[in-house]
């Protein structure tokens, strides 16, 4: 048995979608761990493009099992309609046979999406640049032991008792704001019809990932979002709402301990979505020649991404304490074109230099990037297949982040086809997991 967990070590949309379908191909089971539909992986197949929400990545290979977590928030509606969308691009998904869904995974409801839309209008100028889509206030619920968890869908009784206790907070909650009441008739019989079309999925996940384990299956845990996004770990309050690193495949019902190597994704430059600090974001036409180059717009919310030069102090910074063994690097094509390239080395704020990311500073905003100027490139990278036929002042910046990291970096992305991949040499770590990468 080999597992093997893939995590997002910025500000997410480093292209693990990518990592995590080339990885799947010699998976038996793939795990979605945490987040809910705010996140969105790309997989570009034979020049078809998938855009995948809540569905693990493994979905796109045949024979490859696929399993929601239980630290996972699912919107049950939103599950259905990506499920149909994907059967109609030709894709087979089977509740009950290459698809499942944990009992314990927490329920996205309607008065979660409309609470998530009034939050974020009460913040006002402190907005955080959430998606609206309800999974703050369902994680919320979870911590407030008044939400409710797909198993709850099986049993009518159970659920109405369920959905009578949510409502007596909810309601008042959104008629003290003038907003109108949750129907409690409407939703359980709306709730009760998603059901019917998912419970065939339900399953006690850790139990299904445990046996996994024990018959020697080859398992792949896959995050969402990024690091700095992590709830405790991350740039707070600009963050997501779950546990993003590996610490979060836990409420899957499968020891992290257990994890045999972890593997981080990271683009080649850097983006984030929304709120929050960014200290080597460029906000000048290099900005904008980068998001253009770069298709840097959400998978999920067609928003367009802000981008900066690849942040050394943040990257170094997740890779320690996500535990990362090695990285991915995408979309280093995206660099073709620049004469200079900066890497952020160290931050700059308030008399203080930042070698260290300084986790848990209020006032990251104030900090600015100090930066090391390396050899920029001309030429086209998207046809390269070997590191030997990159252009040398690629090699010595991928080299440079190499060393400023302290792990391999064995795997690099050149476009976003399934081919358009460059492998250098084994990764570290043992047994199938190099299979896995495709070394």
Not at 81 to 87: A, H, S, V
Not at 168 to 178: D, I, S, T
Not at 230 to 253: M, R
Not at 299 to 320: H, I, K, N, Q, S
């Amino acid at each position: 048995m080999s597992s093997i967990c893939v995590v997002g070590i910025q500000w997410g949309d480093e292209g693990k979608g990518k990592v995590i379908d080339m990885m799947s191909e010699s998976s038996d089971l793939v795990v979605r761990y945490s987040g809910g539909n705010n996140a969105g992986h790309t997989v570009v197949v034979g020049g078809d493009k998938f855009v995948l929400h809540l569905l693990p990545s493994g979905i796109l290979r045949p024979g490859t099992q696929n399993l929601i977590g239980g630290g996972v928030v699912v919107d049950p509606w939103e599950l259905v309609k990506e499920i149909e969308g994907i059967r109609g691009l030709g894709i087979q998904v089977e509740l009950g046979k290459n698809l499942f869904i944990s009992w314990t995974a927490h329920l996205i409801l309607p008065y979660h999406r409309m609470q998530d839309k009034v939050m974020e209008e009460l913040r006002g100028h402190g907005k955080i640049g959430t998606t609206g889509r309800g999974i703050g206030p369902a994680y919320q619920d979870r911590a407030s032991r008044i939400g409710l968890r797909f198993s709850d869908l099986a049993d009518r009784e159970v659920l109405a008792k369920r959905v009578d206790a949510a409502l007596a907070f909810k309601n008042r909650f959104l008629q003290g704001l003038g907003k109108p009441r949750i129907d409690r008739d409407q939703l359980l019989q709306d709730l009760e019809e998603v059901g019917r079309f998912l419970l065939p999925g339900g399953v006690d996940a850790g139990a299904e990932i445990r046996r996994a384990a024990r018959e020697k299956k080859e398992i792949l845990f896959e995050g969402a979002q990024g690091m700095m996004l992590d709830v405790d770990l991350g740039t707070y309050p600009y963050v997501t709402s779950s546990s993003v690193g590996p610490s979060g495949i836990g409420a899957a019902g499968f020891p992290p301990r257990n994890v045999q190597r972890v593997v981080g994704v990271a683009k080649a430059y850097t983006t984030r979505v929304g709120e929050g600090p960014f200290p080597t974001e460029l906000l000048d036409d290099l900005g904008e020649r980068i998001r253009t180059q770069g298709r840097e717009f959400g998978a999920t919310t067609g928003r367009p991404r802000r981008c900066g030069w690849f942040d050394l102090v943040a990257v170094r910074y997740a890779v320690e304490v996500a535990g990362v063994d090695e990285l991915c690097l995408t979309n280093l094509d995206v660099l073709s074109g620049l004469p200079k390239l900066q890497v952020a080395v160290s931050y700059e704020g308030k008399g203080r230099k930042y070698e260290v990311f300084p986790a848990g500073v209020p006032d990251l905003d104030h900090c600015e990037a100090r930066y090391q100027e390396l050899e920029g490139w001309e030429e086209d990278l998207t046809g390269v297949r070997t590191f030997e036929e990159l252009p040398a002042a690629a090699r010595a910046y991928v080299e440079f982040l190499e060393e400023g990291l302290g792990i391999p970096i064995p795997v690099l992305s050149v476009g976003p086809g399934r081919n358009q991949v460059i492998h250098r040499g084994a990764p570290s770590g043992k047994g199938s997991n190099a299979r896995a990468l495709g070394v």
